[in-house]
């Protein structure tokens, strides 16, 4: 560690602020989004997956009040079982203008009024590997969940260089965030025409209904003749002419995944699933990408896409298709539209009846629409994936330099010039 950084007490930099204990009547279907223990993840703040409260507690609770730029921490959760993003003590900074609200179990690390650092650097140093094994460590055990108290978190220790190496680390480690957020914002995109052009053609029925009104759909003359020029009555209402109604269970096959404790699985580059979605690596797969995973046992009905080959878990469904249907991308948002969550199994722990599933109605278009969708998602699929697999290279990058340029083993200009071959 160079000579000039000095040692603080988190207390001596930040005041704490926890979140707000919101009541399970509290959460809504929209409103203003909550960020919970979920949300926080290594090194970063996932905005999916979101619970929403009344816009009035935007008012009532100012205080809990996430604002863009914050430090936030976990304050419960695992020692080492389970994933690394479930352990107690994640630091991750918030990031966008939008109003947020902060959930119970999760803490903002505000800096003092009377000081001055760099917040996107000091929330690089404590998302270190070195401080997750502090919080580990110093947290206390309660019924099998670890919990950080206030105290706890606010007397332990950090050192930091000047305010210029401040900025120069968050300047060189944000490069990499920055792109990996383009990325995401891209994807988004990509995913969104995807899903638009989905709509358009299957649920919507644009081409077909543009043509029965004697217009032009605008598409390309062979794209267009693919497409019928009328509606007729069917069991899911009115519908392209020509197209079929048929049962799920004669399109495709729900495959059971098959269990893999964390213990068992080996360093690899195959996706492993469970039923909400990525849950870790393997080295062997059980089924050949692209696929489809769906959650069968803890979140039924969740509809995940694998890029590549993967190895589904016991808490899930992957998809075979049957020669009716062979479009993995048709399939994948049709029966995102299913509901398939409601299919429900009896039991105590909520499941998916793939029964029940089979027996639901799906729309079928004819092979050449499904050819030419295939044709038009694919590329934005493989962008996705090509784009996927750059964020985790300068995730690795940035994990691999953070520590380097803690401990004084790397300067900021070697770091400039790694990551600019990088970025």
Same mark, same amino acid.
């Given at each position: ?41 290594? $090194? ?39 994933? +690394? ?42 998302? @270190? ?45 944000? &490069? ?11 994807? /988004? !995109?990509? /995913?969104? !025409?995807?899903?638009?052009?989905? +709509? ?46 048929? +049962? ?10 098959? =269990? ?27 089924? /050949? ?13 969740? #509809?995940?896409?694998?890029? &590549? ?17 062979? @479009? ?5 948002? =049709?029966?995102?539209?299913?509901? *398939? ?26 092979? $050449? ?7 038009? #998602? ?10 996927? /697999? ?19 083993? *790397? ?11 990088? #970025?």
């Amino acid at each position: 560690m160079a000579g000039d950084w000095k040692r603080y007490s988190l207390g001596e930099l930040f005041d704490l602020i926890p979140g707000y204990a919101f009541k399970s009547a509290d959460f809504k279907a929209s409103g203003v989004p909550v960020i919970k223990i979920k949300n926080v993840k290594a $090194g970063s703040v996932v905005l999916d997956n979101l619970d929403f409260v009344d816009t009035t507690f935007l008012k009532s609770r100012q205080d809990k009040v996430v604002l863009d730029g914050d430090i936030l921490i976990t304050m419960s959760g695992n020692r080492y079982d389970g994933s +690394k993003d479930t352990w107690v003590g994640k630091i991750a900074q918030f990031r966008s203008p939008k109003p947020f609200l902060l959930n119970q179990r999760v803490g903002i690390l505000r800096p003092k009024k009377n000081v001055t650092l760099d917040k996107r650097a000091c929330a690089y140093f404590l998302s @270190s590997d070195a401080f997750q094994q502090l919080f580990i460590a110093i947290a206390t055990s309660s019924g099998g969940q670890a919990n950080l108290s206030p105290l706890q978190i606010l007397s332990a220790e950090v050192q930091l260089p000047p305010d210029d190496e401040q900025h120069a680390i968050a300047r060189v480690l944000g &490069t990499l965030d920055d792109k990996i957020e383009l990325n995401r914002r891209m994807n /988004e !995109t990509l /995913e969104s !025409t995807a899903r638009a052009l989905f +709509k358009s053609w299957f649920v919507d029925f644009d081409p077909v209904r543009t043509k029965a009104e004697g217009r032009d759909p605008g598409l390309p003359t062979h794209l267009a003749n693919l497409f019928p020029d009328s509606l007729a009555e069917s069991e899911l209402g009115r519908i392209p002419a020509t197209w079929r109604v048929e +049962k799920l269970g004669d399109l495709i096959d729900l495959a059971y995944g098959k =269990a893999l404790k964390d213990g068992n699985r080996q360093p690899g580059t195959v996706a492993v699933y469970g039923s909400n979605g990525q849950v870790g690596w393997h080295d062997e797969k059980l089924a /050949e990408g692209p696929g489809i995973i769906i959650g069968r046992k803890g979140n039924p009905g969740v #509809v995940t896409w694998a890029p &590549t080959d993967f190895f589904p878990i016991d808490t899930t469904f992957y998809v075979v298709t049957k020669a009716e249907c062979g @479009s993995l991308y048709f399939l994948f948002y =049709a029966l995102k539209d299913h509901g *398939l969550a409601s299919l429900g199994a009896d039991s105590a722990v909520p499941g998916l009846n793939r029964n029940m599933a089979y027996m639901s109605k799906q729309l079928l278009p004819s092979a $050449g629409v499904l050819d030419a969708f295939d044709l038009r #998602v694919r590329p934005l699929f493989d962008r996705i994936q090509k784009s996927n /697999e750059q964020s985790t290279s300068l995730a690795s990058l940035r994990d691999t330099l953070l520590p380097k340029l803690i401990s004084g083993e *790397l300067r900021v200009p070697d770091a400039e010039r790694i990551v600019g071959g990088q #970025v």
